[in-house]
């Protein structure tokens, strides 16, 4: 009896107790950083496909809409008076927009819109980034909010 109470105080010893403590917080590191790694893939899919969206939404605002505004009425519309009408509402450009700009110039761009867990392709029509013109309603002078909608919810961000 004495032995096994030996046995049971050695193996309780400071040594061991820090062994075990040890690797305890190892295994739960471990399952934290595996947690992280798994939910980063799909984060980081969803913030390239903003990324994306933004700079292609981005180069058509600034390089084709807004120098278009001009054209418009025989050249009699005011720009500041147009753009302060979409300062709430937003000028909303869709993926099908930018399938159809330029000459189909993002349409590669455009097919790595997928889910990445389902991989089924984002909604073509309400996945979009939507412009808000700001004073003094130059060709850089806006807010820009992101659409994601390639799952069964919107997702929506800034």
Request: aromatic letters at 14%.
């Amino acid at each position: 009896m004495e032995d096994k109470k030996n046995s049971i105080k050695s193996f309780f010893s400071r040594k061991n107790i820090l062994i075990i403590k040890l690797s305890i917080m190892t295994i739960a590191l471990l399952f934290i950083l595996f947690g992280f790694l798994f939910s980063k893939m799909n984060f980081g899919n969803k913030i390239n496909l903003k990324t994306s969206l933004k700079e292609m939404a981005t180069d058509f605002y600034e390089n084709f809409y807004y120098d278009q505004i001009n054209q418009l009425g025989n050249g009699e519309v005011d720009k500041d008076d147009y753009l302060n009408k979409f300062s709430t509402s937003g000028i909303k450009i869709s993926l099908i927009n930018l399938e159809e700009y330029d000459n189909g110039k993002y349409v590669d761009e455009i097919a790595k819109f997928v889910n990445s867990k389902t991989k089924t392709p984002c909604n073509k029509y309400n996945t979009r980034a939507t412009i808000y013109p700001v004073e003094p309603y130059g060709k850089t002078d806006y807010e820009i909010e992101i659409n994601l909608q390639c799952e069964t919810g919107n997702n929506v961000s800034k």
